[in-house]
Each structure stands twice: as C-alpha cells, then as structure tokens.
C-alpha cells in the first residue's frame, strides 16, 4: 500500500509539471505571435464587441447618478445665477428711474432760468407743497416764505410761463394764486396785433378769459397772449397764454375770448420768484384830473 501511494504522488507531481511547462511555452509563444504579428488584435476586438454590452449594462447606473447629480447642480446654479441677474436688473432699472427723475428736474431747473435771463435781477426756485384746486379757490403752498425775501404780489413763473402772484406770505411758506383763478387779473397784450387788454382767470385749471374785448377786435384762435409790462409785476413780454376759442357775444357786443395758459398749471413742480429789474417792467399810467 505504501509502494502504490508514493508511486501515485510521484505521477501527480510530474504530470503537474508538465502542463506547467507547457503552459508556459504556449503563453510566451502567443505574447511573441502577438508582438510581432498581432495576430491576436483581431481577436481581442471580436471580443471586446462582445464585452461592451456587459460594460455598459455595469457602468450605466454609475454614469447615470452622475449625470443626474450634475444636471441637478448645474440647474440649481443657474437659478441661483438668473436670481442674481434679475435683482441686479430690478436694481440697475431703479436706478435708472431715479436719474431719469434728476435728469427730468435738471432740465426744468435750467428751463425755468433760461426764461428769466434779461428780465431778472434775482429769483429764486420753490418746490410746490400743497395743491388747493376747487371751483372757488385755485392756489398752491410753495416753501418758500418771508425768511427768503418773498413778498406779497410778488410774479411767479414755471419754465413755459406767467403760473400766478404771491397772494399771502409767512415765514418759511407762501401762497400762490393762480393766473387761472376765478379773481385773478394779469394785463396782457395780443402779441400779433399789440392791442392790449386784461386776461381774468376762468375758474378752472389752466383756463383764462377776455372779457373786455369788442366785437370787432383782430384776435383769432392761436394768437399768443403774452405780459404788456403795465402795473410794476410782471415784465413785458412774458407768455400768459394762447387764445383757444373766440366766441360772439351779439347782446352785450362784446367778443367771448377762451384762454390756454401758458404755465404748466397741472404738471409744474418748481416755481420761480422774480425780483425783476426796473427796465423789465412799466409804471401803471398816471391818473389824469
């Protein structure tokens, strides 16, 4: 028995050593095939179309979260960067508005003392405070009072033209009453025809009269009713208004004169307080005995 199993191990050990031994020959014969004739490329590639559905059916789910987890991220990026982009936008328009506004007033600002170059000794520009248009009253609070020199009956203009006269002063505040208020009075002239008259206010917003004119008068619409310099207030030739209707009054022989102001009444915000100089202005004419 011991004859036959050692006999049996010596057979297992020398067939073991040859198949190694052939193995090993086999194995570097076909790495020298392959290095000098490349007879296996071939192969390989027949085997890696094989293999390549194994391939992606493993690295799919990997590439897929990894795709997902990007495509999420990135979105989330951008939203975040449209945010940003939209508040900077939001803010770039308000800031835009806002020099649009400085922009606005500086022009009105330059506008209302361009129209007092010649005719102004001094002025100065008030910021209207309060607006009180009614049937019965037209007049605005503006901030400027006594402590700045204001003085009642003093001329107030906006930048297009004749807006209305001091009526009442206090210390840090005035009144305005308009040119178009129902008691006021401002002496014009037709500036085609130089015939002067006197331009009353009509009650509403913006809206004057001429009720002393004949019937026979040369006035027409269009015509610009502008300052005539009489009465110390006002200088000469200073636009008042244009002529929008005219009308005849057969009972009473006179002509029905309807009147646009000049001035911005609805949409002026900065009033101009003259102190004219005394070539600007005529004396009222002297009473004759």
Not at 229 to 238: D, N, Q, S
Request: hydrophobic share 45%; glycine share 8%; charged share 25%.
């Amino acid at each position: 028995m011991v004859a036959f199993r050692s006999h049996d191990s010596t057979g297992r050990a020398s067939g073991l050593l040859l198949r190694s031994v052939l193995y090993t020959l086999l194995a570097v014969g076909l790495m020298v095939l392959d290095k000098r004739y490349d007879q296996l490329g071939r192969i390989r590639r027949a085997l890696s179309v094989v293999v390549y559905p194994i391939e992606l059916a493993v690295t799919s789910p990997f590439e897929g979260w990894s795709w997902l987890r990007r495509s999420v991220t990135t979105r989330d990026t951008l939203r975040a960067e449209n945010a940003r982009l939209r508040a900077k936008l939001l803010e770039a328009r308000f800031r835009l508005q806002r020099y649009a506004a400085l922009e606005a007033a500086n022009r009105r600002l330059r506008a209302l003392r361009a129209s007092t170059a010649g005719v102004a000794a001094k002025f100065l520009i008030g910021d209207i405070m309060d607006v009180d248009l009614d049937a019965l009253r037209e007049r605005v609070l503006v901030d400027k009072g006594a402590h700045d020199g204001v003085y009642v009956g003093q001329a107030v203009l906006d930048a297009h033209g004749v807006f209305g006269q001091v009526e009442s002063v206090g210390e840090r505040t005035c009144d305005v009453i308009l040119v178009s208020d129902a008691t006021s009075a401002i002496p014009v002239m037709i500036n085609r025809t130089g015939l002067r008259t006197i331009a009353v206010g009509a009650g509403e917003p913006g809206r004057l009269e001429l009720p002393y004119l004949p019937t026979t008068t040369d006035v027409v619409k269009g015509d610009l009713l502008v300052t005539s310099g009489l009465g110390g207030v006002y200088p000469e030739g200073y636009p008042v208004g244009t002529v929008l209707d005219v009308r005849l009054d057969t009972v009473r022989s006179l002509a029905v004169v309807d009147v646009q102001s000049a001035a911005a009444i609805d949409s002026s915000r900065e009033l101009l307080f003259v102190w004219l100089t005394p070539a600007s202005v005529r004396p009222a004419p002297a009473k004759t005995r």
